[in-house]
Structures are given as C-alpha cells and as structure tokens.
C-alpha cells in the first residue's frame, strides 16, 4: 500500500512537471484581444514600412513564408499578396484566437493564399519543409526557449530559404523585462548552431531595431 502511494506521489509529480514545462514557452503573454488592439492599429502598420521590407526581402509571387508569430496578421496579409500568384504564407501563432482572427481577416479581404497555422510554444509545426523565408517581427523574445526554437525551425526551411528577424533594442533597457532580454548577436550564435550566417542586415528603423537576413553557409 505505501509503494501504491509512493507510486502515484511520484506519477502526480511527473504530470505536474511536465503540464508545468507545456504551460511556459512564452513571455510577455497576453490575450489575443490584448495583442489585437495592441498590433491592429493602421498608424502602427504605416510606420511599420511593410512594402520596404518586402522589397528589402525581395519577396516573389511563388514565394513560401512563414510569418512566426503573426499576430493580427500586419505582415502576413501584405506578404500574401506580394507572393500571389503562386506563393503561399503561413501565419504562425502559438494562440488558435489569434489564427482564427488572421483566417477571419484574410477571408474578409479576398486573401486566397494564407494560411493559419497553430504553432507549438518551441515549434512552428509547419505542413511544409520547403519555406523559402521564416520572418519574426518583433517575436523571438517572446520565445522563452529560442534556441530550441530555432533549432526546430531549421528543419522547415527549404535548401535556399532563408530568416529573417527584426527586433527592437528597447525591452533589453527594462530591468523589469529581464526575462526578455536578448542580443542580435545571441541569435547570430543560435543561428550559427544550425548552420545559417548573417548575409544581409538592413538600416530601416534606426539604430534602436535591428533588421538581419540569415542564409545558410
Ligand atoms: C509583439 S507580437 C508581434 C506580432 C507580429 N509579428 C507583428 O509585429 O505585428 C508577438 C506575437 O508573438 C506570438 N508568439 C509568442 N511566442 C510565440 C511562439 N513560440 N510561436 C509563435 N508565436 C508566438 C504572440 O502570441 C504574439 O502574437
């Protein structure tokens, strides 16, 4: 009888472990409303410069993108129609409202060739390995375990593909938010790792957020 208890001691533990390592994955969490009236904001899209970064990506019709943690969709609806006819964007997010609210939204525009996908918090479980561009805008600091991350994402890119991934220094200055603190060149490390180097680094926002193009080797 006491190792029958020992024994469901040691199974809740486990459950407990493992549901507590399945909840974390991100930081700086809010709802999918919260991120909507945050992110959906068309003076906020205008200072975004989204056809510059296009053009700065070169992005194609026929094109493959992953837009990782889309959002309210900003990126991903403009990307849809520079990659069109041909192309495909995937709109990655780890909250199933917010892929719902892209679908919504890009069904309310006419937007054919965008996809939901949800993703898990250290995977972006893409129905493709042949991305030709993975872009995070303003996303990898909310990833608690962004190597893991990256290591995952690696797999889907296809042989030419390549990152893309903007961020902002200003977090990084918030004792507050050190959790969330992170250095381009700890991505340039963690990129390194599954064998992809900086081969483009655009000035597009100032010296406050950083805009780098990673290829493999
Ligand atoms: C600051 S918002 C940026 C949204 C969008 N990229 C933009 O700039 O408009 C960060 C987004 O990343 C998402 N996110 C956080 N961790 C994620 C993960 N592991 N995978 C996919 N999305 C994630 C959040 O749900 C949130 O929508």
């Known amino acids: 009888m006491r190792y029958e208890r020992l024994c469901?001691?040691?199974?809740?533990?486990?459950?407990?472990v493992v549901g507590a390592s399945e909840a974390a994955g991100q930081l700086g969490a809010r709802t999918a409303d919260?991120?909507?009236d945050l992110?959906?904001?068309?003076?906020?899209?205008?200072?975004l410069r989204i056809d510059e970064v296009i053009a700065r990506i070169g992005l194609e019709p026929g094109d493959v993108v992953a837009d990782i943690?889309?959002?309210a969709g900003t990126f991903s609806l403009p990307f849809a129609r520079a990659v069109s006819p041909g192309g495909t964007v995937y709109a990655v997010e780890v909250d199933a409202e917010l892929v719902d609210y892209i679908d919504a939204k890009a069904a309310g525009e006419g937007v054919e060739n965008l996809e939901g996908v949800l993703?898990?918090?250290?995977?972006p479980a893409l129905p493709?390995?042949?991305i030709d561009v993975a872009f995070f805008h303003d996303v990898l600091h909310h990833v608690e375990d962004r190597a893991g991350y990256i290591e995952n994402l690696a797999r889907y890119i296809?042989?030419?593909g390549r990152v893309v991934i903007i961020e902002g220094a200003g977090h990084n200055a918030r004792p507050d938010q050190s959790?969330?603190?992170m250095t381009r060149e700890q991505v340039t490390g963690w990129m390194a790792d599954v064998g992809f180097e900086p081969s483009e680094a655009h000035d597009l926002y100032g010296p406050d957020k950083w805009f780098v193009v990673y290829s493999r080797r």
């Open 8 to 16: 469901a001691a040691v199974i809740a533990a486990a459950v407990c």
């Open 128 to 130: 493709t390995r042949e």
């Open 69 to 71: 943690g889309a959002g």
């Open 158 to 160: 296809g042989p030419d």
């Open 179 to 181: 959790e969330m603190h």
């Open 34 to 36: 919260e991120w909507v």
């Open 119 to 123: 993703g898990e918090f250290t995977d």
């Open 39 to 47: 992110l959906d904001r068309p003076e906020r899209a205008e200072g």
